[in-house]
């Protein structure tokens, strides 16, 4: 039972424009939503989170956007750069220490 | 340095091994995980420790047994494991309540199960 979904498996964007990578989930309990990034022989590491009481939340570069209705949410990065090349990872918790978490999206930043 | 060290980084065992997994965080969270990342697949979450008590086994085969001796240290023992048990096993800490920070992760074990 996948309740965090990653649709696309890839994303590749040129260098300076705007990187969106997508979320859906199933539980409707959920009330905090992450992203993490992953580069290769490393662990995830831990970008933004957002809680289910917000829409929108914002650090630099990057904005974590939220639609409770759609069960969606989205990452935007801008500008983008190359050394955002990785695998993003969307992750949600209902609450407890039981996170989540999606299958990825490689994102490739074209410099 | 990520605050949370996996040794090994790799690891090959026969079917018929048995080996151990260790993870160490030096951050002072109370909260430890052991996940399994296999290709293209999600994070699967197989244990969770609070205060170094087990409190969530997700209906993990009895072949990968966890212990945590105290709050800062969590393994993984494994033994006549399965070839599909091939995957990298990610340990990641938290402070409990503190979700919005997300977890620490370790760079992981990459298994391989011959």
């Known amino acids: 039972d996948q309740q965090v979904k990653q649709n696309s498996p890839s994303l590749s964007v040129q260098e300076g424009r705007i990187s969106i990578l997508n979320c859906d989930y199933t539980?409707?309990?959920?009330?905090?939503f992450l992203w993490y990034k992953k580069y290769p022989a490393e662990g995830p590491t831990f970008l933004i989170s957002?809680?289910?009481?917000?829409d929108k939340n914002e650090d630099g570069r990057f904005t974590v956007f939220l639609n409770k209705s759609a069960k969606h949410l989205s990452l935007h990065i801008v500008p983008s750069q190359p050394g955002d090349s990785a695998v993003y990872f969307c992750?949600?918790?209902?609450?407890?220490?039981?996170?989540?978490f999606g299958a990825g999206t490689r994102l490739t930043v074209k410099p | 340095e990520t605050g949370v060290t996996q040794t090994p980084r790799h690891l090959v065992m026969g079917m018929t091994n048995k080996k151990s997994l260790k993870c160490e965080q030096h951050?002072?969270?109370?909260?430890m995980y052991w996940y399994k990342q296999s290709a293209k697949k999600p994070l699967e979450l197989m244990f969770v420790?609070?205060?170094?008590?087990?409190?969530e086994n997700n209906s993990v085969p009895s072949r990968f047994s966890p212990e945590c001796p105290n709050s800062s240290h969590l393994f993984l023992h494994l033994h006549t494991l399965q070839p599909e048990d091939s995957a990298l096993y990610l340990c990641?800490?938290?402070?409990?309540?503190?979700?919005?920070?997300?977890?620490?992760f370790g760079s992981g074990t990459r298994l391989t199960v011959v």
């Open positions: 957002i809680s289910s009481i917000k």
């Open positions: 539980n409707s309990m959920f009330d905090y």
């Open positions: 990641a800490s938290s402070h409990l309540g503190q979700i919005n920070y997300g977890y620490t």
């Open positions: 420790y609070n205060f170094k008590e087990q409190t």
């Open positions: 992750a949600a918790s209902a609450g407890n220490n039981d996170m989540r």
């Open positions: 951050l002072g969270h109370n909260a």
